[in-house]
T-cell receptor, first 116, second 111 residues
Framework: DTEVTQTPKHLVMGMTNKKSLKCEQH?????MYWYKQKAKKPPELMFV???????INESVPSRFSPECPNSSLLNLHLHALQPEDSALYLC???????????????FGAGSRLTVL | GENVEQHPSTLSVQEGDSAVIKCTYS??????FPWYKQELGKRPQLIID?????GEKKDQRIAVTLNKTAKHFSLHITETQPEDSAVYFC??????????FGPGTRLSVLP
C-alpha cells in the first residue's frame, strides 16, 4: 500500500459544528502532516507528528485540534470554524521527520472543507 | 525560516516546446530539493528531486538543475504535452525540520 487515504473527500459544516477529518497510511511512515491549501496557493504546513508526538504546530488557532492515535492514523478535529477556514486540507506522510531526501512527502487526495 | 521564491507564476507554451521554472532559496545549508506537480483537483505528487551533491538529474522528459552557489534550482520539461498542464511547486528544507513550498507555477500547454 503506497497511499495516504483521507476521509471525507468533501465536508460542509456550520460555524457551530464539530467535525473531524481522518487520514490513514500503511507505509510504515513515522511522520504525518496536516497542510492547508487555499485556491491557487501552495500547501501551508499546520502540524507535524513525528513518532506519534506533536513536533511542529505552526501557530494554528485552537479551533483546529490534531490527534495521532497511532502511527497509521492522523485526525484533525474541527470546532467553531470560520468561513475563512474553508480550504483543501491535505494530509501527508514521510518515512521520518525532517527534510532530507529520505523523507519524501506522500500526500493524500485531500478533504475539501466548506464552512458556512 | 527558509524563503523560497518561484518564477514565473504562470507559463504558457505550445505543445512540443520546452518549459523552464526557476526557484531560489535562502538557506545555504539546504541539501534536498523536490518538485511537485498538482493537477486540478488532485493531490501534489513528487515528480523529481535533487540532492545537493549533484548538479543535474534527468528522468525522461523532465530534468532538474541545481546551482548551490547561486542558491537556485530549475525544473526543465522538454517536448511538453497537454497532460503536463498543472501547477508545479518547488520546495526546500526549512532548517531540516520540514519543507517550505514555493508559490507555484501554473503551466498551460497549448495544443
Amino acid at each position: 500500500d503506497t497511499e495516504v487515504t483521507q476521509t471525507p473527500k468533501h465536508l460542509v459544516m456550520g460555524m457551530t459544528n464539530k467535525k473531524s477529518l481522518k487520514c490513514e497510511q500503511h507505509m510504515g511512515h513515522r511522520a504525518m502532516y496536516w497542510y492547508k491549501q487555499k485556491a491557487k496557493k501552495p500547501p501551508e504546513l499546520m502540524f507535524v507528528y513525528s513518532y506519534e508526538k506533536l513536533s511542529i504546530n505552526e501557530s494554528v488557532p485552537s479551533r483546529f485540534s490534531p490527534e495521532c492515535p497511532n502511527s497509521s492514523l492522523l485526525n484533525l478535529h474541527l470546532h467553531a470554524l470560520q468561513p475563512e477556514d474553508s480550504a483543501l486540507y491535505l494530509c501527508a506522510s514521510s518515512r521520518g521527520g525532517g527534510s532530507s531526501g529520505a523523507n519524501v512527502l506522500t500526500f493524500g487526495a485531500g478533504s475539501r472543507l466548506t464552512v458556512l | 525560516g527558509e524563503n523560497v521564491e518561484q518564477h514565473p507564476s504562470t507559463l504558457s507554451v505550445q505543445e512540443g516546446d520546452s518549459a523552464v521554472i526557476k526557484c531560489t532559496y535562502s538557506d545555504s545549508a539546504s541539501n534536498y530539493f523536490p518538485w511537485y506537480k498538482q493537477e486540478l483537483g488532485k493531490r501534489p505528487q513528487l515528480i523529481i528531486d535533487i540532492r545537493s551533491n549533484v548538479g543535474e538529474k534527468k528522468d525522461q522528459r523532465i530534468a532538474v538543475t541545481l546551482n548551490k552557489t547561486a542558491k537556485h534550482f530549475s525544473l526543465h520539461i522538454t517536448e511538453t504535452q497537454p497532460e503536463d498542464s498543472a501547477v508545479y511547486f518547488c520546495a526546500a528544507p526549512n532548517y531540516g525540520q520540514n519543507f517550505v513550498f514555493g508559490p507555484g507555477t501554473r503551466l498551460s500547454v497549448l495544443p
